[in-house]
């Protein structure tokens, strides 16, 4: 009793904490539905949003949106666009002197951030104004407005709320955004109008609901705005008074009745709920360090619940996107999950294994209508549209290729944190489908090293014959690097059909057996070992085993160069084959390190030769491509910039082969040389190795794992 006692004090000390406020830059003010920079990130760096709901908000940046939480953001299924600049501004007014409160003349105001929800204080001498915006469900916002009266004397207020959509999206000027409005005695409604526009925005039956918890009369005005008024509201001396209104996105109507009409009562006990889970996720994944390492943490814990989306059209359960903010990352990847999911783990295990199973929901079987010669893989991507093969109208769904085999490391981590044997046994079988798919669909000449490649699909067909540009394409992506220099096509790369005991064919592979491939297949058959002891599946257990030594010395003994001292993919011709030397070292040369399948020579050489500022230990380390290889150029996506899982299973693997002062001191480099790593900054898709700029996408989920995980590992103490 007394240790749960300390745990919610502690708890709360750190969701109430400064350390804790403004983590990300939440201000700003939209201008219109879509206004991205040149790279495809909204304008407005960061958005708050909680609970898997698919609306955020941010807080205003000028004095005349004081009173408001700017937005919404909404994301119409597959790209987040804003509704307004602000939906719900509240205006005051004293009945007894007839003045309004002028937000930006209070004496003291507050506009900041917590870690459960966006808020704003104003102080007056005889009135302090409190406006504080959480989650009370996966569909809903609540805005808590408190008033509360320093005088002597009683008080009597009217709160007016008022706000206006966007009209159109500035790339359809002909689409109209909202189909009708509709009120009633507390709230009112926008029907957003459909459409399909496959790469802008789609909506099928969505809407936008306000709603107020006093009495209000509500005013419909031009361009589809409102105003809510409530009548006189007092205040008696020396006491507060506190009104709820709640925002609410649909995707359907089916969710909107799902949902029913709001419940103030209820309310109030799911915001505390929220607040109490936020106290524990904070208790769980954070523990000791600098303060600024403790606040890069909640700044991870929180980048990564923004980007939760709860289930909606295909996705069946609560995932983690990429990026909220980044127009094409609002659907679930294969690789990015199991690293979401690992750091999940430390803090929400129940959002982690939902975050592997929004995923498993769509591995393929034997009986499957498109690829059932795919039984056992995943989609690379899946969206809230299914594609048209899949009877859907996405764009961005995609089944050309599969991603690296990472899953059985993300359900062994998950088992790590939360000993739920139960979830182990749930996807030992799938694992186990989804790890053999790599031998039959994708080693092409069965020796055991496997190569990327690409499944059967229409744009794998050109004019009746293989697109080769296309099926080199989709193998890069399935190795996730998908520009490295080791993909370029110089020709002399060959794509190969691979077929099924019938001779029919079943997939594609590139003549390269790559390393990284090869490596995480060894650590699944460890992991795979493992999860079957635990079931007592000894004989099973030890197959595993056998197979990961016989891989192990085959990464060891074929896939190493004793000259220049690393590891490289393997390009074959028939019997004929030769290290990938010409392409210059890449970051995945690291990863036998990492999953133990290196010599301790051949990681002692690779420490020495290779860890060098001219080479991987750069200002930030692990590069994707070593900065003395003539293809290195530090900006060009997996050219140069720094990945931060790759440079984290670098530094894993120099921690397991025992370089732990040089695993440290690397880490402690990257968060304290990263841009805006340990600032109010949004956590970037990549970075600079050299300069340590932010790059690309912002808000990225998988760097905010990567940044969790290094400070579990190295900077917890």
């Not at 004090?9 to 969701?15: F, K, M």
């Not at 949003?49 to 609306?55: E, F, I, L, N, R």
């Not at 003549?511 to 079957?532: C, G, P, R, T």
Request: glycine content about 6%.
């Amino acid at each position: 009793m007394l240790s749960c006692l300390l745990l919610c004090v502690s708890s709360l000390a750190a969701l109430d904490s400064v350390e804790y406020r403004d983590l990300l830059p939440y201000q700003g003010t939209p201008v219109s539905m879509e206004e991205r920079d040149e790279q495809g990130n909204l304008k407005i760096a960061s958005t708050y949003v909680d609970k898997g709901a698919w609306h955020g908000f941010h807080l205003p940046d000028t004095p005349d949106y004081y009173g408001s939480f700017t937005g919404p953001l909404f994301i119409a299924q597959e790209y987040s666009l804003h509704l307004s600049d602000s939906m719900q501004k509240l205006t005051l007014e004293d009945l007894i002197t007839g003045k309004v409160l002028d937000f930006s003349q209070a004496e003291q105001s507050r506009i900041y951030s917590k870690p459960d929800g966006l808020y704003q204080e104003f102080d007056w001498p005889n009135i302090s104004v409190s406006l504080s915006l959480n989650y009370s469900d996966n569909r809903t916002s609540v805005v808590t407005t408190r008033l509360v009266n320093h005088s002597g004397e009683d008080q009597q207020w009217r709160l007016t709320w008022s706000g206006t959509p966007f009209q159109s999206h500035p790339k359809l000027d002909q689409y109209k955004l909202i189909k009708r409005v509709d009120s009633w005695s507390n709230g009112v409604a926008w029907q957003l109008n459909p459409i399909m526009d496959t790469w802008n925005i789609q909506l099928a039956d969505a809407s936008f609901e306000l709603w107020f918890s006093p009495k209000t009369e509500i005013t419909l005005g031009e361009h589809n705005g409102y105003s809510a008024q409530t009548e006189a509201l007092s205040v008696k001396a020396g006491q507060s008074l506190e009104v709820l209104s709640a925002q609410r996105y649909f995707h359907t109507q089916q969710e909107r009745l799902a949902h029913g009409d709001i419940d103030w009562a209820k309310q109030k006990q799911l915001l505390a709920e929220n607040r109490l889970l936020w106290q524990q996720r904070l208790s769980k994944g954070i523990d000791q360090g600098k303060p600024e390492f403790r606040k890069l943490a909640a700044k991870s814990i929180v980048t990564l619940l923004h980007n939760w989306r709860s289930p909606a059209g295909a996705i069946k359960h609560d995932a983690v996107t990429p990026s909220i903010t980044y127009k094409w990352f609002n659907g679930v990847w294969a690789w990015d999950s199991w690293k979401q999911a690992v750091a999940l783990s430390y803090f929400d295990p129940e959002l982690a294994k939902s975050n592997v199973l929004s995923m498993f929901d769509y591995q393929f079987t034997a009986q499957d209508k498109v690829r059932p010669q795919d039984a056992g893989n995943l989609p690379d991507a899946i969206f809230y549209n299914r594609d048209p093969a899949r009877d859907g109208e996405g764009g961005n769904w995609n089944e050309r290729n599969g991603k690296p085999p990472l899953a059985a490391w993300a359900v062994w981590e998950i088992y790590q944190q939360s000993q739920d044997l139960s979830f182990v046994k749930l996807m030992y079988p799938k694992l186990v489908a989804y790890h053999s798919w790599w031998y039959r669909n994708r080693d092409h000449n069965g020796n055991g090293l496997a190569e990327y490649g690409a499944n059967l699909h229409p744009a794998h067909l050109k004019n009746g014959q293989l697109n080769r540009e296309a099926i080199i394409e989709a193998a890069a992506w399935e190795s996730g690097m998908d520009n490295a220099p080791r993909f370029d096509d110089d020709g002399s790369v060959q794509v190969l059909e691979n077929r099924n005991k019938q001779g029919e064919v079943i997939g594609y592979s590139l003549s390269q057996e790559s390393v990284d491939l090869n490596a995480y297949l060894f650590a699944e058959k460890m992991i795979l070992a493992k999860m079957a002891k635990l079931q007592h599946l000894d004989k099973q257990s030890s197959e595993w085993a056998a197979q990961a030594d016989k891989l192990k010395t085959q990464i060891q003994t074929q896939m190493f160069d004793e000259e220049t001292g690393f590891f490289y993919d393997i390009r074959f011709d028939g019997k004929e084959s030769h290290l990938l030397i010409g392409a210059g070292k890449g970051v995945e040369g690291w990863l036998p390190l990492w999953a133990g399948a290196a010599t301790e020579e051949q990681a002692k050489i690779m420490v020495k030769r290779q860890l060098t500022d001219k080479q991987f230990a750069t200002k930030i380390p692990f590069p994707t491509v070593s900065a003395d290889s003539p293809n290195f150029a530090a900006t060009q996506y997996w050219r140069g910039p720094v990945w931060l899982d790759q440079a984290l299973f670098g530094l894993l693997g120099l921690e397991k082969y025992g370089y732990h002062s040089e695993a440290e001191t690397l880490a402690r480099r990257l968060v304290e040389q990263g841009d805006g790593i340990l600032s109010q900054a949004p956590i970037r898709e990549n970075y600079d190795p050299l300069t340590g700029d932010g790059l690309h996408c912002t808000n990225f989920s998988w760097s905010a794992s990567v940044l969790l995980l290094i400070y579990q590992q190295w900077l917890n103490k």
